[in-house]
C-alpha cells in the first residue's frame, strides 16, 4: 500500500495531459479533466527505480507487461513524452549504461547488436526500399515507400551530382541511395558500414541491379578512411552520426574532410536535439546502445573547424514523425510474423521504441536535421537553392 502511495506521488508531476492509473482495482487521477488515456499496474514500480531512471523503471515494467496502456500506445506516450522533462535519471548511478566506450571494437559491436538483428526482421515492417531513415513525404497520400524515393532523391539533388562524379555513403544501410545515384547519375560510389547483415544484402543488391562496375561496399569503420587513400566529389551520411559519440564528432568530421576533394559538397543528415544530452537509459539499454545524439548548435560548431561551410540546414522532424508510424502500423500488422521471430518481450519493447520515437519526434524532444556544407569555398554552384 505505500510503495502504491509513493507511486502515484511520483507520478503527480506528470499532469500536463491528466490520465488515470489503475492500481489493485483502483482509479486515481492524475492533472485535472478527462483522462487522455489510461495506465494499469499489474506491480508496483519502486520509488528507487523510478528515481535512479524513470525511463528505464517505465520502458522495463512496459516491457514485462507489469504495465499496461489501454488504447493506442502512441496516443498515450503522444500525450506523456512532451514531460520527458521531468523525468528523473542518475547519471552517476547509470554511467557505464550511459557513456560507453567509443572504441573500434566496442562501437562494432553495439552497430551489430542493433542493425544485425536479421534482414528478415527489418524487411517485416521497412519498405521495399529497406530504408531505415526519416522519409520525406512530399504529398500528404505519399506512401513510405514514395516518401523513401523522395527522400534518396532529394539528398542527390542537394548534392549536385554530375556523371562520372565519385560519392561516398558513410553508414550506407542497405545500399539503397548508392544504387540511385548510380542508376540516375552514373556515378562511382563507395559506402561502408559496420553491419555484417547490412554489407550483405547490399552487396547482393549491387549485384541483382548489375552495378559492380559503379558501386562498392566495405565494412569499415569511418576512422579508417583517411588511410584508405580514397578521395571523393560527394560525401553523404545518413542516420549515422548518432551512433559516434559525443568526443568523436569532431573526429568524425575530421575524418570526412580527409578523404574530400576541394570545394566538394558533404550533406549530413542526423537525428539531433536542441541541447547536448548523454541520453536516454531505456534506448541505451535496449535499443541503441551507445547512441549518442547531438545538438545542431555543437554538429555547426565542429564543422567550423574543418573549414565546413554551410550552404543550408533543414529540419524533418514532423516526417520522422510520420515514418516513425508508417513503420508502427507495418510492424503491427506483421506481428505474428514477429512473435514467430523473438519472445514477448522483444515484442513489446520493439512496439514501444517505434511509438515513443514517434512521440518524441511529434513533441520536439529531438529534431531530424540535413546539412548540407562544402568543403572550403565553392562559388561553382548556383546561387539558389537548384534542388
Not at 157 to 184: H, N, P, Q, R, S
Amino acid at each position: 500500500m505505500l510503495e502504491e502511495q509513493v507511486t502515484l506521488q511520483f507520478l503527480k508531476k506528470f499532469e500536463d495531459y491528466p490520465f488515470l492509473v489503475k492500481m489493485d482495482g483502483k482509479e486515481h487521477l492524475i492533472g485535472e479533466g478527462k483522462p487522455a488515456f489510461a495506465v494499469t499496474f499489474h506491480k508496483d514500480i519502486p520509488l528507487s527505480d523510478l528515481a535512479t531512471s524513470t525511463s528505464l523503471a517505465l520502458g522495463e515494467a512496459y516491457m514485462n507487461n507489469d504495465l499496461e496502456i489501454e488504447g493506442d500506445l502512441y496516443y498515450a506516450l503522444d500525450h506523456f513524452l512532451g514531460q520527458m522533462g521531468k523525468f528523473s535519471t542518475d547519471h552517476n548511478a547509470l554511467k557505464k549504461l550511459i557513456f560507453t566506450s567509443t572504441a573500434k571494437k566496442n562501437q562494432q559491436k553495439e552497430v551489430s547488436s542493433h542493425y544485425d538483428i536479421g534482414n528478415d526482421f527489418y524487411k517485416l515492417w521497412l519498405d521495399e526500399t529497406m530504408s531505415y531513415s526519416c522519409g520525406y513525404f512530399l504529398h500528404e497520400d505519399d506512401t513510405l515507400y514514395q516518401a523513401q524515393v523522395n527522400k534518396v532523391d532529394y539528398i542527390l539533388k542537394k548534392l549536385y551530382l554530375k556523371e562520372g562524379m565519385t560519392l561516398l555513403d558513410v553508414g550506407c544501410g542497405w545500399g539503397f541511395l548508392l544504387i540511385e545515384a548510380a542508376k540516375k547519375y552514373k556515378i562511382k560510389g563507395t559506402g561502408i558500414t559496420l553491419s555484417q547483415e547490412q554489407y550483405k544484402e547490399c552487396q547482393e543488391r549491387i549485384t541483382k541491379e548489375g552495378l559492380e562496375d559503379y558501386l562498392t561496399v566495405k565494412l569499415m569503420d569511418y576512422r579508417d578512411l583517411p588511410k584508405s587513400h580514397l578521395t571523393f566529389d560527394r560525401v553523404v551520411s545518413v542516420g549515422m552520426a548518432e551512433h559516434v559519440g559525443r568526443e568523436n564528432y569532431p573526429v568524425f568530421l575530421h575524418c570526412v574532410n580527409q578523404v574530400m576533394k576541394p570545394g566538394g559538397l558533404f550533406l549530413l543528415h542526423f537525428i539531433s536535439a536542441l541541447k547536448e544530452y548523454p541520453g536516454d537509459a531505456w534506448i541505451k539499454r535496449y535499443i541503441f546502445p551507445g547512441g549518442m545524439i547531438p545538438s545542431l548548435r555543437e554538429m555547426l560548431s565542429y564543422m567550423a573547424e574543418e573549414q565546413f561551410h554551410t550552404l543550408d540546414v533543414e529540419n524533418l522532424r514532423l516526417h520522422y514523425n510520420r515514418t516513425l508510424l508508417c513503420w508502427r502500423d507495418n510492424y503491427l500488422a506483421n506481428l505474428d510474423q514477429v512473435k514467430a521471430m523473438f519472445d514477448e518481450k522483444f515484442v513489446r519493447m520493439w512496439h514501444l521504441y517505434l511509438a515513443s520515437c514517434a512521440a518524441t519526434f511529434h513533441n520536439g524532444i529531438i529534431d531530424l536535421h540535413q546539412i548540407l556544407m562544402t568543403k572550403g569555398i565553392n562559388n561553382e554552384l548556383p546561387m539558389i537553392r537548384w534542388y
